[in-house]
């Protein structure tokens, strides 16, 4: 992997020098892993003009599911504790003699900002934009293979809740539960807070678990992801619990899962944005679900769950291969509930088959 992080590292240097800064200072922790292999807590990697050097407060921890360095690069420990790496880091820039540094802006504190100033007030500083998160869109196969393998975690204790006897227990109690079986199939833990919405909860977005029980006809709808290796998909499928679904609820049902099919259809090399939201939207703005419908159908996954690309109505931007995604389209009727299916998948061409499905759960409208 060293050879990975160093032609990683040599993209983002040739960025940087192609802006007119002589040095970058990368300071959020899923770029610094991006480039690194490993974030401590408070750690920032410096692309030095004669050397690349990890700042940490300390060592790296030797714990797998923190990532491994790259044991081409050195760490540069603090002299003492509670300083600041992203400070020190700038003075070691002069000390290499460059005379300017490109910043992560969107991430550093205006405090932390000043604190650099104030240490190198001879140093020209920049700002180095999303240079790296756009660096990590599109992912080398590697990347691609932990992805399947958090998928296939969460599938997995996803398919075992199912099999559990469900009604009477709370939302808190479920979500609870699936976490744990997150961890105890191989994750790192879970990519994000897993959400349990039943009933009139069900079909929102970002639902936080209550203590309502599951009735027997509510709608079920499940939230849930692992983090393996660093990497985090995602997964959201929706159940009836304990009898057949009523008319409204298959007829929800079976509309929420032609938007997902179409956009998941829509995903391919060279397709806009705006399209593939525009392919699941469409479906439910004919049907009358104008209201209410989330911002995004969809977003990229990674070192964090929520990367770009964004598709939404307004994003910017075509597809590649290997860009791994979400397509996520829900309905939620207030006080009724609703419909969530949610997929991870990785963007291939036709010639590959076209869009590779990680999370396999059936989507077929089951009565638990």
Not at 38 to 45: C, E, T
Not at 237 to 258: K, M, N
């Amino acid at each position: 992997m060293s050879e990975v992080y160093a032609a990683r590292r040599t993209r983002l240097r040739e960025r940087c020098n192609a802006g007119g800064s002589a040095a970058a200072l990368v300071s959020r922790p899923a770029n610094v892993r991006y480039l690194a292999g490993i974030a401590p807590r408070g750690a920032v990697l410096l692309l030095g003009k004669r050397e690349d050097l990890l700042v940490s407060a300390g060592p790296p921890n030797d714990r797998p599911a923190e990532g491994r360095l790259d044991e081409a690069l050195r760490v540069h420990s603090l002299p003492r504790a509670g300083g600041d790496a992203a400070v020190a880091a700038a003075d070691l820039v002069v000390a290499q003699g460059a005379d300017s540094l490109a910043l992560e802006e969107h991430h550093l504190t205006v405090a932390r900002h000043r604190a650099i100033r104030s240490v190198v007030p001879g140093l020209r500083l920049a700002d180095l934009g999303g240079a790296a998160e756009q660096l990590r869109v599109v992912k080398d196969e590697e990347e691609i293979s932990c992805l399947r393998i958090g998928a296939e975690i969460a599938d997995q204790a996803l398919g075992e809740l199912l099999e559990s006897i469900l009604v009477g227990r709370t939302e808190r109690h479920l979500a609870l539960e699936l976490e744990r079986r997150l961890v105890d199939h191989g994750a790192d833990g879970p990519a994000f807070p897993t959400s349990v919405a039943t009933g009139p909860n069900s079909g929102r977005r970002g639902h936080r678990p209550t203590d309502r029980r599951v009735e027997e006809g509510d709608f079920l709808s499940v939230c849930l992801g692992a983090t393996y290796r660093g990497y985090r998909c995602e997964i959201g499928r929706t159940f009836v619990i304990g009898t057949s679904p009523a008319d409204w609820q298959i007829e929800l049902y079976d509309l929420v899962f032609a938007a997902q099919r179409a956009g998941r259809e829509s995903l391919a090399p060279g397709a806009a944005y705006r399209d593939v939201d525009r392919a699941a939207r469409q479906v439910l703005d004919s049907a009358g679900y104008v209201e209410g419908l989330p911002e995004l159908t969809g977003h990229g996954v990674g070192l964090e769950i929520d990367e770009d690309p964004q598709l939404g109505p307004a994003a910017m931007g075509k597809l590649d291969a290997c860009v791994p995604v979400t397509v996520e389209p829900g309905v939620h009727l207030p006080g009724r509930g609703g419909v969530r299916i949610d997929d991870t998948l990785v963007v291939r061409p036709e010639a590959d088959g076209g869009p590779e499905l990680l999370t396999i759960t059936t989507k077929e409208l089951l009565a638990l």
